[in-house]
C-alpha cells in the first residue's frame, strides 16, 4: 500500500506497520475533529458526506450507524473500489458522486495540499467547508451515534463505561486481532495474535451464552463494532489471514449472535460477502500471489437465530 507524502501520492511505502519482531501494527489516524452541536462542525441534515470502501472493516462500522439509525437520506456516502491500486484507493470510470475525483488522495489534497499520511477509509466530509472532520472511525462512529442521535441510542450514557470497555477490548483483540494474524510476518507473531484472537473470540462467545447483547440485551455501538470483523470472518479472515483456530460458524452462540444483527434492519444492506472476497484475496505477493479467489464457504446467514434484540 502506498502513502501520500507533501500532497504526493507514492507506491513505496518507507513504514509498511512492522515492527523488528514482525509483528503489525496499526497507523494512528491524524485528522480528528468531532461534529458537536456546539459547532463548529454541527450535525446539520445534507452536511456530511462518507468516503467508503464495502470491503473495509472501519468503513463497515460507520455505514452500520449510519444505517441502523436511519440517517441514510441524512448522510451521502461515496463507494471506493474495492481493490486498492498504485493510487490507494480510487472510484469508478466517472469519479466519486461528489467531488468527481479519481482517487481517495484527491480528497486528502483537496484541503490539505501538502498532506503527509496513509489514505485511508472512511473519510467524513464537511460538503460546506469543504473540509475532512475525521478519518478515525471509532470517531466518525461516536459522532453519529451522539450528535445525529440526540436520544443516544446506541450508546446510553448508562452503558456508556461498559460500551468502551467492549471496544477498547474487541478493538485490539479481534477487529486489529485478525490483521496482526494475516499481516504477522514471524511464525512467532502469528502464533501470538492468532492465540489471542481466539481467545477473545471464546471469550465474548462465553458472553453471549448468558446474554442478547455484549451490554445485555439491548443494541449498542460495541454490537455494531464488533459486527464487521464477524461478518468477514469465515469467507476472509478464516483462510485469508489464517485466522484458522475455527470458523464464527463454529461458535453456538457468536454465530447465532451475529445472525441476529444481520438480520436487523438496514444491516444486511451493508454487507457484501462477494466483495469481501475479492478485496482480502485480491493479488499480494506476501499472502496471495496468484489472486485466486476461493469459492468458499457454503454459509447461510440468513438462517433463523434463536435470539431477539431489542432495538427501537
Ligand atoms: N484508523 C483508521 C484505519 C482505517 C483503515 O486502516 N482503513 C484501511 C482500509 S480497511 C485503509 O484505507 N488502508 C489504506 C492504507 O493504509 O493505505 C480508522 O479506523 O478509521
Not at 104 to 110: F, I, K, P
Not at 190 to 201: G, I, P, R, S
Request: glycine share 6%; net charge negative.
Amino acid at each position: 500500500m502506498g502513502v501520500m507524502i507533501n500532497g504526493q501520492y507514492q507506491v513505496a511505502d518507507p513504514d509498511p506497520g512492522t515492527t523488528s519482531q514482525g509483528a503489525y501494527e496499526r497507523a494512528r489516524s491524524p485528522l480528528r475533529d468531532w461534529i458537536t452541536a456546539d459547532g463548529p462542525f454541527t450535525p446539520d441534515p445534507g452536511r456530511y458526506h462518507l468516503f467508503v470502501a464495502w470491503n473495509c472493516p472501519w468503513a463497515h462500522r460507520a455505514l452500520l450507524t449510519r444505517a441502523v439509525l436511519g440517517l441514510t437520506e441524512v448522510i451521502s456516502v461515496s463507494v471506493a473500489l474495492p481493490r486498492r491500486t498504485d493510487e490507494g484507493w480510487v472510484f469508478d470510470a466517472g469519479g466519486d458522486r461528489l467531488l468527481g475525483v479519481r482517487a481517495l488522495h484527491e480528497v486528502y489534497a483537496r484541503q490539505r495540499p501538502a498532506y503527509t499520511g496513509r489514505i485511508t477509509v472512511p473519510v467524513l466530509w464537511d460538503t460546506w467547508t469543504e473540509q475532512i472532520v475525521s478519518n478515525e472511525s471509532a470517531d466518525i462512529t461516536r459522532m453519529l451515534s451522539t450528535a445525529f442521535d440526540p436520544d443516544r441510542r446506541l450508546v446510553p450514557l448508562r452503558l456508556q463505561d461498559e460500551i468502551d470497555t467492549w471496544n477498547a477490548m474487541i478493538h485490539a483483540r479481534i477487529n486489529n486481532g485478525v490483521y496482526r494474524a494475516g499481516f504477522a510476518r514471524t511464525q512467532a507473531a502469528y502464533d501470538d495474535a492468532v492465540h489471542d484472537l481466539f481467545a477473545a473470540l471464546d471469550e465474548v462467545d462465553a458472553d453471549l451464552a448468558a446474554h442478547t447483547t455484549l451490554t445485555g440485551n439491548t443494541l449498542t455501538e460495541a454490537d455494531l463494532r464488533l459486527f464487521p470483523t464477524l461478518a468477514r470472518f469465515d469467507v476472509a479472515y478464516h483462510y485469508a489471514f489464517k485466522c484458522n483456530l475455527a470458523k464464527l460458524s463454529d461458535y453456538t452462540h457468536l454465530w447465532d449472535y451475529a445472525r441476529t444483527l444481520y438480520a436487523l434492519p438496514g444491516v444486511a444492506d451493508t454487507v457484501k460477502f462477494d466483495i469481501y472476497k475479492s478485496g482480502y484475496f485480491s493479488a499480494s505477493d506476501l499472502r496471495n500471489p496468484l489472486g485466486i479467489v476461493p469459492a468458499g464457504p457454503r454459509i447461510d446467514w440468513s438462517a433463523p437465530a434463536e435470539r431477539t434484540i431489542a432495538w427501537t
